[in-house]
């Protein structure tokens, strides 16, 4: 089955909006994905950014040891970051690209632009048995970058997919045929194909035709609908609409 990994950093957002600057406050991100990991979902993925503006290095570790799903642990390819990874022994890291004034990671990661560095970072981390993805534009050159590297896996970025969405049927069917493509090509190196960003309750049907996809990072939505139904119904009514994806009834590339 196609696998969700909930984002909690916007439980983080609400918290600091009040906190930031306190050691506690509500809500709380753990018991946030306690709920996710109740509901069903497969891992939660937190992102630590360099300037701390919603998860917090006591989330993180809280998130570690409260956690019995995996955690995918998002952050820049720094130097703090990766010595906190390597510590951690998060089950998955996925490297994105980080800028201050951005509100969100916005655009993928620049794969082609940094090889040996990010090399250096995959190599390390898996090492310590850390699986390694990468947050890319749904390209090809920058799935032949990735190759480089040596990462297993590629989170495609669906946010210019989610734009299209709203947009006419012949953006949207375009937007589609880059991620179909990327995931080909991905799959056929035998790397693992994530993807997220964007995605939600009233989109996620059209990605049913990309193939090869193993795990979805969904984050906003299933954050903003649980502000009304609750966590658990968030991330219930999320589930029940991946199991619509025909990948269901086919054998996942990557298991
Ligand atoms: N994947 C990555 C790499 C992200 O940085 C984020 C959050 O910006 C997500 C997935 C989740 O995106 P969203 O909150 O739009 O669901």
């Known amino acids: 089955m196609l696998k969700l990994g909930v984002n909690i950093d ?38 630590l ?19 019995a799903i995996p955690l995918n642990f998002e952050m ?45 970072t995959a190599q390390r981390l898996q090492d310590l048995g850390i699986e390694v ?9 920058q799935i032949e970058a990735t190759l480089e590297t040596g ?26 045929q880059r991620l179909t493509r990327a995931a080909e090509r991905g799959n056929a190196q035998n790397l693992k194909i994530n993807a997220g960003h964007g995605l939600n309750y009233q989109n996620l049907h059209r990605i049913h035709t990309i193939p090869h996809l193993s ?8 954050v903003s609908r649980a502000l009304t139904v609750g966590m658990s119904a968030a991330v219930s009514e999320m589930l029940s609409l991946l199991q619509t994806h025909p990948q269901d009834s086919r054998k996942p590339s990557h298991v």
């Open 10 to 47: 916007h439980v983080a957002t609400v918290r600091q909006a009040r906190y930031r600057g306190a050691s506690n406050g509500e809500p709380c991100p753990i018991e946030a994905a306690m709920a996710c990991e109740a509901a069903g979902c497969y891992g939660i993925t937190a992102h």
């Open 49 to 67: 950014r360099e300037d701390r503006r919603h998860i917090l290095d006591q989330d993180i570790w809280n998130l570690k040891q409260a956690l």
């Open 76 to 120: 820049a390819n720094t130097p703090e970051m990766v010595g906190i990874a390597e510590q951690l022994k998060p089950t998955s890291v996925c490297l994105v690209p980080e800028k201050r004034e951005e509100l969100t990671t916005e655009g993928g990661l620049d794969v082609a632009g940094g090889i040996a560095r990010i090399r250096e």
């Open 133 to 141: 993805s990468l947050f890319i534009d749904p390209d090809l050159h």
């Open 151 to 176: 990462a297993q896996a590629v989170e495609l970025h669906t946010g210019p997919f989610a734009e299209s969405f709203t947009d006419s049927e012949a953006h949207l069917a375009e937007e589609l």
């Open 215 to 222: 795990e979805l990072n969904i984050g906003h939505s299933i």
